[in-house]
């Protein structure tokens, strides 16, 4: 059984440019949540997606934006990178929606934005 | 709304000594508690979880939690800590519903000397 992959590992921007981070979910998973975790800090969540659709938003803002694909495997998108969006970006993905399913974290993607 | 608070950044103990680590967090309704591990270099991995039940909670590794529901507290123990311990430990918590997203404490770094 696949684990949780993420992609690339480590990313470097500039300030004002845009990302795109990749997650694959464990087989089997349909609920994809992203989280950012920044130096020092617990992650944040992001959003969630589940069957495609956003089910559930964090505080942040509308820069941050994400796809799911009919075989669950998610994006998440940053538009005009700021400095303070240098964290890593971990994605977890979980059987379904329900809260009371375990979710399973992939290694992280590292954005450096500079 | 939800927050959760632990209250050591950096605890360091020899080998065999015992751990506890604090946790608390503020939430007014049914709440499901988790601790997550990151051991360096790997994956954030679930320790244990409570949703209801006996408020002692067992988990993997000899790693135990209690719930404390008068006191918003979920502590995590273990009566002889190992080398191996070494690691960063996250208190997260989940209110009821059908939104799977975490809220983390922003982490206690747990170093253990040989």
């Known amino acids: 059984e696949t684990g949780v992959t993420q992609s690339p590992t480590h990313l470097i921007k500039t300030r004002g440019q845009q990302v795109t981070l990749r997650c694959s979910s464990q087989?089997?998973?349909?609920?994809v949540s992203w989280y950012q975790q920044a130096l020092g800090q617990g992650p944040q969540f992001i959003f969630q997606?589940?069957?495609?659709?956003?089910?559930g938003r964090g505080n942040f803002p509308p820069r941050f934006s994400g796809l799911q694909f009919p075989n669950y495997s998610s994006e998440l998108n940053v538009n005009a990178l700021e400095l303070d969006d240098s964290a890593l970006y971990l994605c977890?993905?979980?059987?379904?929606?329900?809260?009371?399913?375990?979710?399973?974290f992939g290694p992280g993607t590292r954005l450096t934005v500079l | 709304a939800q927050s959760v608070s632990q209250h050591n950044h950096h605890v360091i103990l020899s080998e065999a000594a015992s751990l506890e680590l604090g946790c608390n967090y503020s939430?007014?309704?049914?709440?499901?508690l988790f601790w997550y591990v990151q051991y360096p270099g790997q994956h954030l991995q679930l320790l244990l979880k409570?949703?209801?039940?006996?408020?002692l909670v067992k988990g993997i590794k000899g790693f135990e939690a209690e719930f404390i529901k008068s006191k918003f507290s979920f502590n995590l123990r273990k009566p002889s800590v190992q080398w191996s311990d070494t690691a960063e430990y996250f208190c997260?918590?989940?209110?009821?519903?059908?939104?799977?997203?975490?809220?983390f404490g922003k982490g206690t770094k747990l170093s253990v000397k040989p």
């Open positions: 977890a993905s979980s059987l379904d929606q329900s809260s009371y399913n375990e979710q399973f």
């Open positions: 409570y949703f209801s039940g006996d408020p």
């Open positions: 997606y589940y069957r495609e659709e956003e089910n």
């Open positions: 939430y007014g309704g049914t709440v499901n």
């Open positions: 997260a918590v989940r209110g009821g519903g059908s939104q799977g997203n975490l809220i």
């Open positions: 087989s089997g998973h349909n609920t």
